[in-house]
Each structure stands twice: as structure tokens, then as C-alpha cells.
């Protein structure tokens, strides 16, 4: 199930060959606290498998995205968070600085600068929902 590459900083976290802190790890995902938060909650979940970025997903990972997704409830139970001003989603390529797969989950979202609230903007180029996600990964079929 693990497929990791070289040089990838969070394939090298997955596999604690890095530094990070863990919040919540099974064999499909890995949450880890982000070095650079957007507000007083920001976590990325991580697919355990390396996958580049949200374009590059196809429909045999349909079962480990669902997980990725399920995951935030997860965390949001563990952290204590309230999801109605929790915001999730992906950096769309080629807008994202890392390439592996990851969600954000940041909380709340009163809290995001004014730099980071365009960063994180939802439904914006750069940034995109689950459920854009979601329907993108349905049309590949």
C-alpha cells in the first residue's frame, strides 16, 4: 500500500524519516500539524500512498479519498473542533508547494490573516473544495 518517493518531505514523514507533529495516523493517512499555520487550528492529512496532487488522482484512489475525507471528522473530534468554521480543501496545481497529496483542515476560520485568507481562498484557482475535488475525480472515469 505505501509507495513513497525520494526527496518528498512528507513521504518522509509518513515514514518518520522527518520531523513533523502527528496528530492522527491508520495505514491510509497520516494528519500532521502545518509548520506555517493559517489560523489556531491548520492541519494537513496526508494519503500514507504518494500521489502528486489533486489532478493526478483517478478512480482506483476513490476508496482512499473517501478516507482522506473521513479523516477530518476525525481530527476535528480530537482537536475539539467545530466544522461549521472549519475550512477544508486542496491547492490546485500548479498552485501547490509541495507535491504530495494533501488536505488542508484549518480552524477557525475567523482567525486566517488577510494574506492566508487569499491563499485559502475557497473556490478560487489555487484553492478548491472537496467536493470540486470530488467531481473532478468523477469525471476522470
Known amino acids: 500500500m505505501e509507495t513513497h518517493i525520494n526527496n518528498c518531505i512528507f513521504c518522509d514523514i509518513i515514514s518518520n524519516k522527518a ?4 496528530i492522527y495516523e491508520d495505514d491510509y493517512v497520516t494528519c500532521i500539524k502545518d509548520i506555517n499555520p493559517a489560523s489556531t487550528h491548520h492541519y494537513l492529512i496526508l494519503p500514507n500512498k504518494h500521489i502528486n ?9 476513490d476508496e482512499l479519498y473517501d478516507r482522506i475525507l473521513s479523516t477530518v471528522d476525525i481530527i476535528a ?6 466544522l461549521t468554521v472549519t475550512r477544508t480543501g486542496f491547492h490546485w496545481p500548479p498552485f501547490n508547494t509541495i507535491s504530495h497529496l494533501h488536505l488542508h483542515v484549518i480552524s ?11 491563499i485559502f ?12 475535488v470530488k467531481s473532478y475525480l468523477k469525471n476522470q472515469k
Open 19 to 22: 520531523p513533523s507533529e502527528k
Open 53 to 61: 496532487n489533486a489532478k493526478e488522482l483517478c478512480s482506483r484512489d
Open 77 to 82: 473530534e480530537k482537536q475539539g473542533l467545530d
Open 121 to 132: 481562498k475557497p473556490n478560487s484557482y489555487w484553492f478548491v473544495s472537496t467536493d470540486y
Open 108 to 118: 477557525p476560520i475567523c482567525n486566517i490573516n488577510l494574506f492566508k485568507k487569499f
